[in-house]
């Protein structure tokens, strides 16, 4: 390579080198003020605590949670009541430090608000393990229609 060549490669890299090329334009047109915060303008995400806080404050209140309404224990034969019972936890009592806490188990409840549309079991066809997919498919269809009658 001849000198030229050298200092023709040279100025290439100089100029393709990274110009941050709105701290010129600031430094020149004397822009010092910063941009507000994204937290101000409306842009930032919410923190995960914000999150949380304003899905409790929309959370709808739950069912009651009366005693008498629950079904009663299981039992002390299964084995969750046996590793209860060698921790020290007797049958009637709640669990907690003063025995405060919740006496009956938690009864399971779901519910169906965002469920779609196959999601109910009302009515369910009588679909046999030997019937084909279509078959399948026609009952269940069947149903659905018939359900949608009523």
């Not at 936890?89 to 009956?104: C, F, I, P, Y």
């Amino acid at each position: 390579m001849t000198e030229a060549e050298m200092e023709e490669m040279e100025k290439r890299e100089r100029y393709q080198k990274y110009r941050d090329r709105a701290k010129e334009r600031r430094n020149k047109y004397g822009d010092t003020e910063t941009a507000p915060p994204l937290r101000i303008r409306g842009l930032a995400k919410a923190t995960k605590a914000e999150q949380r806080k304003r899905a409790a404050e929309e959370m709808e209140p739950g069912p009651s949670n009366d005693d008498n309404d629950v079904a009663p224990g299981l039992g002390s034969g299964n084995v969750g009541a046996k590793l209860m019972k060698a921790m020290g936890w007797s049958e009637g009592k709640g669990l907690g430090r003063a025995d405060q806490g919740r006496v009956n188990p938690v009864e399971a409840s779901g519910h169906s608000g965002t469920a779609g549309l196959g999601a109910s079991v009302e009515g369910a066809p009588d679909i046999l393990p030997t019937d084909t997919y279509a078959s399948k498919v026609r009952k269940t269809m069947r149903q659905k229609f018939i359900n949608m009658q009523r």
